[in-house]
């Protein structure tokens, strides 16, 4: 058996340990509230595209998670008609209960005055289910639950609201001058994607294209920076939720890389956008390193 000193020793490492993951699990479930905006900068744009304008701004929204009353969410989220985006675009995971649709609707109600643009992910077709943190952090895949949500509903009150569904549909339509031509795929992490049904060059005489995922798997991505799109934008990581001191995700959740899975890239040309999200599941209330945000994408044109 262990003498009296190596016993003094392992209770106060274990003790030391014990109290250092409290205060990271208190202080992850304290970030889950400290919601932000990224504003990020491209000159992605051909000359003259902008008709005039300086800049044309599209806010990324993703991954709300919506349950129960989280009245500061709720309020933060209503603050963001205030940037005054020229469009919105929501790419997915509104829902986290069977109850959570007219709080979504509610929490966006002045975004929902907006052009606006969405696809839907897993946890707006299936509710959550309770994490095994062992399996997550190794990356494995987690089975959906079969607990099925009220999704339609939610897609009627955006469509309701004049936003339009990018799911495996190609939209074309104007926001004052500029021309923008959108397609996006349903959700790749349960295998619903079907590239096939948009698949081909954006309109060339659009302004601005732009591609739609729930997901970033890479399959999908691929297609769309081959068929030329400037970018497309993403969820479903939570910019990893419980990241290394860095910044750097420990797991991605899907097939993109870690360097990939948060915030402004360049993939094979073309740029892309993965949002750290906006809430997390109820079975896994905690973010390290990782606040939740939305992204404020600010489009120029190119200097001549």
Known sequence: ??????????????????????????AGWRHTTDFSVDHLSIDCLEPGALHGKDAFRILHISDLHMFGRQDTKTSWL????????DLVVNTGDNLGDRQAVPRVLNALNGLLTLPGLFVFGNNDYFGPRPVNPLRYLA?????????ELPWRSLRA???ERGWLDATHTRQEFTVGDVRIAAAGVDDPHLGKDNYGLIAGHPNPDADISLGLTHSPEPHVLDRFAADGYTITVAGHTHGGQICLPTG??????CG???????GLSRYKGMWLNVSNGIGTSKYAPIRLFC????????LTEKQA
């Open 1 to 26: 058996m262990f003498n009296p000193t190596t016993r003094r020793f392992l209770t106060t490492a274990a003790g030391t340990t014990v109290a250092a993951g409290a205060a990271a699990v208190a």
């Open 78 to 85: 209503g603050s963001l008609v205030a940037l005054e985006p």
């Open 139 to 147: 990356g494995k895949k987690q089975p959906v639950s079969g607990d």
């Open 157 to 159: 009150g955006f469509i």
């Open 248 to 253: 750097t995700p420990i797991v991605t959740n």
């Open 256 to 262: 993109i890389n870690r360097a990939a899975a948060r």
């Open 291 to 298: 606040a939740p945000s939305a992204t404020l994408l600010t």
